[in-house]
């Protein structure tokens, strides 16, 4: 989500769970440096028997040198096959409310579609995800329907939806999942057409989508975080779980959120049609 003057720009609810922080794509990248870490705890291992029992007289550095394709061929074939996940994220488009024009445009399945504000047909869906072996997660949509004609076609009242994810990130829409988060979405367009950005509240994210500097990973994957503790007996807890998981895992958390900033930087974007620049009267054109 971004807020200009007289532009709020959304995204889609396709490819949003691929992008950001904690997203899919967020997911693959940390799992890079953890597969390193992982498989080169095991060939170590793996030197020390054979050199403890199978009789290896080389030194750990040959040992890692002859092994190459396990510790560094494995994370690199990983991160070769999660390349597609990549794409969703990179190439979303906006959907842009103008509050000057008074209009909603977007690209919908390759079609670039605008609709005045007022004039505006939405509804919010409440959506089951269901998963084999797993619990059901029901999420609420904001759809938004454009009409759109189809050359020599007969049906009348031919719509075009595009969604967008409702929020999971204020308190109340975690309690009441569906279309809680929806609706507050709803509203905050609603606010921003009518009263314009200096009314809309701050934002309540739990995390940035992204971040702008190596220092942000830092921090918040600090993990000393887990010794703050409102009792002293919980420390009896705190503790072995700093020692064993939070400090081994927190660098490799932070390895994988920079690399994630660093390719947000780097990977080329989808370069936005001038339909959708001149409908936010050109104050953004998705390259940063």
């Not at 995204?11 to 904690?22: D, E, K, L, N, V």
């Not at 059901?136 to 454009?146: H, K, M, Q, R, Y």
């Not at 420390?235 to 020692?243: C, D, E, G």
């Not at 064993?244 to 958390?253: Q, T």
Request: charged share 15%; with cysteine.
């Amino acid at each position: 989500m971004r807020v200009s003057e007289n532009c709020l720009f959304m995204r889609p609810a396709f490819g949003s769970m691929f992008g950001g922080r904690y997203g899919i794509s967020w997911w693959a990248t940390v799992a890079v440096p953890f597969l390193f870490a992982l498989f080169s705890v095991g060939t170590f291992a793996a030197y020390g028997h054979q050199r403890q029992y199978e009789g290896y007289g080389g030194g750990v550095s040959a040992f890692f040198l002859e092994n190459w394709d396990v510790f560094i061929g494995a994370p690199v074939a990983f991160a070769f096959a999660c390349i597609w996940l990549y794409i969703p994220w990179r190439t979303q488009l906006p959907i842009i409310f103008n509050r000057r024009t008074r209009k909603v445009t977007c690209v919908v399945h390759g079609t670039w579609v605008s609709q005045p504000w007022d004039g505006l047909e939405a509804y919010i869906k409440d959506v089951t995800t269901f998963a084999a072996g797993g619990t059901s997660v029901n999420e609420g949509v904001l759809t938004l329907a454009f009409p759109y004609s189809i050359q020599d076609s007969q049906r009348i009242n031919q719509k075009l939806r595009v969604g967008i994810t409702g929020t999971q990130d204020h308190a109340q829409a975690i309690i009441n999942r569906g279309i809680y988060g929806a609706a507050q979405i709803w509203e905050f367009i609603r606010l921003f057409m009518r009263e314009g950005p200096s009314a809309l509240p701050l934002s309540s994210a739990r995390t940035p989508y992204s971040i702008s500097h190596a220092s942000e990973a830092v921090r918040h994957f600090s993990p000393l975080k887990v010794l703050k503790v409102k009792k002293a007996a919980w420390l009896l807890f705190a503790v072995p779980f700093f020692i064993f998981i939070a400090l081994p895992v927190a660098p490799i958390l932070m390895l994988g959120d920079i690399s994630y900033m660093w390719l947000d930087r780097i990977l080329p974007r989808r370069q936005w049609p001038q339909e959708l620049i001149d409908a936010c009267d050109g104050e953004w054109d998705g390259r940063e």
